[in-house]
């Protein structure tokens, strides 16, 4: 379960998403949905959804380790875990022709997602 002070900085992050898109395009996001590169566009925001919970989960995981509240064996079948996640979506990146840097959100003044 996520802590208030990480919901909070979900809800900012979020917030400011939202109005650079708005101010980007001088209204609210919409999608641009040329057929040619649907499929593109749909694995790059999927895939960036998925990196971006891989880092909650770790940022996650990397606080449980500071409180000591896993065990060595727990900490390496997440550690584990989570570069394969990692190596899974920088390899489906690829097959689609993405750059894995691609899935990088520039969050403004929060600065990059990763």
């Given at each position: 379960?996520a802590d208030?002070?990480?919901?909070?900085a979900?809800e900012?992050?979020?917030a400011?998403l939202?109005?650079?898109?708005?101010q980007r395009s001088?209204?609210?996001?919409r999608w641009n949905a040329?057929?040619?590169?649907?499929?593109?566009?749909?694995?790059q925001?999927?895939?960036t959804?998925?990196?971006?919970?891989?880092?909650?989960?770790?940022?996650?995981a990397?606080?449980?380790?500071d409180?000591?509240?896993?065990?060595?064996?727990?900490?390496?079948r997440?550690?584990l875990?989570?570069?394969?996640?990692?190596?899974?979506?920088?390899?489906?990146?690829t097959q689609v022709?993405?750059?894995p840097?691609d899935?990088?959100?520039d969050l403004?003044?929060?600065?990059?997602?990763?």
């Open positions: 379960m208030f002070d990480d919901v909070k979900l900012m992050m979020a400011e939202k109005d650079r898109l708005e001088g209204g609210p996001a040329n057929p040619e590169d649907v499929r593109k566009s749909v694995m925001l999927v895939l959804l998925v990196d971006f919970i891989r880092q909650v989960m770790e940022r996650q990397l606080r449980r380790v409180e000591g509240t896993l065990t060595p064996d727990e900490i390496e997440i550690g875990a989570l570069m394969h996640l990692e190596q899974t979506v920088h390899d489906l990146a022709g993405l750059d840097k899935l990088n959100l403004g003044p929060l600065g990059k997602l990763t």
